[in-house]
C-alpha cells in the first residue's frame, strides 16, 4: 500500500504535485490510502476563488471510488472545521491510526 | 549481491544545496554497500536539475554534473517528471528541440509508480524550502 501524507496547505505546489500523483497511482491500480494533516486539511475544501489547483481532488471519488481518504481529527479541530465541510467523502482518525497507516504502508509519501 | 532495491525521489530545486548534496550522497553510499538504485525521480521543483541552461553560483557545487557523472558511473536513471518539467520551463527533448540535460530522461508519473511498487524502499528529499 502507498500512503500519501499531505501536510502542506493548498497554495503550495506540492499539493497538486501529490494530488497527480495519488491519481496516477490509482489509475494503475496500486493500493492507496491519503492522510490530510495539519493545514493541509484545507486543500479539502471548496476554493474560495475561481482558481482551483486541486480540482483534481473531485476525481478521487467520482472516477476511482476511492474511500480511503482519511483527516486527522486534531487538525479538524485546530480549524474548526468538520467531517462533512469537506468536499470529498473523508473518514476521521486520530494519530494512533495514522501511524497504524504508516506501518502498514510500503512506501510513504510526504507532500 | 544486490542487498535491497531502492527509489529516490528529489523535489528540492538545485538551489537547495544542502538537500541536493544529501540526496546524492545517499545514492552513492546506497550503491557503494551493493543496494539497487532503480531510479533517482526529479519531481517539483528539482526538474529544474534537468535543464540544460542550468547555471549555479559560482563557486557552488555543480550538481547537475555531479549526478550526472554518478549516474554514467553506475548506470542508474536519473528521471525528470515532464508534465512538471514543463511547468518549470523545462523542454524534455535533447537540444536542439529541446533543453533536456544530457544524462537525464523525460519520464511520466506513470513509470515512476510501476518503478516505485516494485521497489523495497524509497526514499524521499523535499528540501529545506519544504515548509
Keep these: 500500500m502507498l500512503m500519501f501524507h499531505f501536510t502542506k496547505p493548498a497554495s503550495h505546489a506540492s499539493a497538486r504535485q501529490g494530488l497527480d500523483m495519488l491519481l496516477m497511482a490509482l489509475s494503475l491500480d496500486q493500493p492507496c490510502c491519503a492522510v490530510y494533516s495539519g493545514k493541509a486539511i484545507l486543500q479539502l475544501l ?9 480540482k483534481k481532488l473531485g476525481l478521487l471519488d467520482a472516477v476511482f471510488d476511492f474511500a480511503e481518504i482519511y483527516v486527522d481529527s486534531a487538525s479538524l479541530a485546530e480549524n474548526h472545521l468538520l467531517a462533512s465541510s469537506f468536499r470529498v467523502p473523508v473518514k476521521v482518525i486520530d494519530s494512533l491510526k495514522i501511524e497504524q497507516l504508516n506501518q502498514q504502508a510500503k512506501h510513504k509519501l510526504q507532500f | ?21 544529501q540526496a546524492l550522497q545517499c545514492a552513492q553510499d546506497l550503491v557503494t554497500k551493493g543496494n539497487q538504485l532503480k ?19 559560482s563557486g557552488a557545487p555543480n550538481l547537475q554534473e555531479q549526478w550526472r557523472k554518478f549516474s554514467t558511473e553506475n ?8 508534465t512538471v518539467g514543463s511547468q518549470y520551463g523545462l523542454e524534455a527533448l535533447p537540444p536542439p528541440a529541446g533543453n533536456l540535460a544530457e544524462g537525464f530522461v523525460a ?25
Design chain 2, 39 to 57: 531510479q533517482v525521480f526529479f519531481y517539483g521543483p528539482a526538474v529544474i536539475y534537468a535543464n540544460q541552461f542550468l547555471q549555479g553560483p
Design chain 2, 75 to 82: 548506470n542508474i536513471p536519473l528521471v525528470v517528471c515532464a
Design chain 2, 107 to 131: 519520464g511520466g508519473l506513470a513509470e515512476f509508480i510501476e518503478t516505485l511498487a516494485k521497489a523495497e524502499h524509497f526514499l524521499q528529499f523535499q528540501g529545506s524550502g519544504s515548509c
Design chain 1, 46 to 54: 471548496e476554493p474560495k476563488g475561481s482558481f482551483d489547483p486541486l
Design chain 2, 1 to 21: 549481491m544486490v542487498n535491497s532495491s531502492y527509489v529516490i525521489m528529489l523535489q528540492a530545486a538545485p538551489d537547495d544545496y544542502l538537500a541536493g548534496q
